[in-house]
């Protein structure tokens, strides 16, 4: 079985400080992970993905497959960052396409 | 282009009603994805179908079920609502193939309250 955990449900930074949003997970094999974003009254949206190994607005993840976790990190957080995070892993082995598995979500805010 | 389009966006149905939900996918998507959002049991998968072929399934009791056509547009349906079923339904699309570029698109979500 696969599972994610996301161990904080809130999250508050000061803008321009250090981010860090936890996500482990468990999975028998090489999963690809990945960070969903809910802006305020906006639609969920891809942050980032593990493969492409980008910075996307400053964020940045690496998959630690030792620790098997995925942790999202900004240096500066800003007060735009405030939203709902989501960590999700897809099954490897080509067969899970579309299904994703979720972690219940890490709302940040960034006060000013 | 057009981003995923699901309607209708929020309704209101009586326990023992059934309901049924649109997802129209972006241009030149062949999979779509549904999801089921709720405060408590976060983002659940619920089932993803290609070509007109469920490919994926959740673990959802029978009530839930779905269907695509050929142009891609999908649509799920749940029977016998209760009141357990108020929740975001949330689609999304895909090129629905197996490489990690393979991204979702979510829609809006309709939102389904059950009285």
């Known amino acids: 079985a696969q599972r994610v955990t996301q161990p904080e449900k809130l999250l508050s930074v000061f803008k321009g400080a250090p981010v860090e949003l936890k996500c482990n997970y468990s999975y028998s094999g090489s999963p690809e992970l990945f960070w969903y974003v809910q802006y305020s009254r906006q639609r969920l949206q891809l942050l980032l993905r593990h493969i492409s190994r980008e910075s996307i607005k400053g964020f940045t993840a690496d998959l630690n497959k030792g620790e098997t976790s995925f942790h999202l990190k900004k240096p500066f957080a800003q007060e735009e960052d405030s939203a709902m995070y989501y960590c999700a892993l897809r099954g490897a082995g080509g067969t899970s396409y579309g299904k994703l598995t979720f972690g219940q979500g890490t709302i940040l805010t960034v006060h000013p | 282009k057009a981003g995923v389009t699901q309607t209708p966006r929020y309704l209101i149905k009586t326990r023992g009603q059934q309901v049924t939900l649109s997802c129209s996918p972006i241009s030149g998507h062949r999979s779509v994805s549904w999801y089921q959002q709720t405060p408590g049991q976060g983002l659940q998968f619920l089932f993803e179908?290609?070509?007109?072929?469920?490919?994926n399934k959740g673990n959802f009791p029978g009530r839930f079920s779905g269907r695509q056509f050929s142009n891609s547009r999908s649509e799920m349906n749940v029977s016998t609502l209760e009141l357990g079923d108020s929740a975001l339904y949330l689609c999304a699309s895909s090129l629905g193939g197996a490489s990690g570029a393979n991204v979702l698109t979510f829609g809006a979500g309709s939102r389904l309250t059950v009285l």
């Open positions: 179908y290609f070509s007109e072929t469920q490919r």
